[in-house]
């Protein structure tokens, strides 16, 4: 499985931005699609994921700003992202879990939000 950020940048607080990530490979096998990020000196963090079955969940620290959703089962996901705060600054990587727990990565997109 292939996974390829689009979409980082640099934003004001307060501001908006996209995020897409195009899957590829063996997509059949995949179970989940989503988003994970990781500030400077910090673990990465789950941020939001996608079932096949279109079930959604997020990190308490980005409910109600944030929104995961894609093309079809198993495709483009996409995170967007509103009310961004500088706290949000991270790299942010795309995410996919198979049924059987192998996780892939795309290479990271960076985010600035700057105050």
């Known amino acids: 499985v292939q996974l390829v950020e689009s979409g980082g940048g640099l934003v004001q607080a307060g501001g908006a931005l996209r995020l897409s990530c195009d899957s590829s490979?063996?997509?059949?096998?995949?179970?989940?699609l989503g988003w994970y990020r990781q500030a400077p000196g910090k673990q990465r963090e789950f941020v939001a994921h996608?079932?096949?079955?279109?079930?959604?969940e997020y990190a308490d620290s980005v409910k109600g700003r944030f929104t995961v959703s894609r093309d079809g089962p198993v495709g483009t996901v996409y995170l967007q992202m509103s009310s961004l705060k500088p706290e949000d600054t991270a790299v942010y990587y795309c995410?996919?879990?198979?049924?059987?727990?192998?996780?892939?990565w795309g290479q990271g997109t960076q985010i600035t939000v700057s105050s």
């Open positions: 995410n996919a879990f198979t049924y059987d727990g192998t996780p892939y």
């Open positions: 490979g063996n997509i059949f096998v995949v179970n989940t």
């Open positions: 996608i079932t096949r079955d279109g079930s959604t």
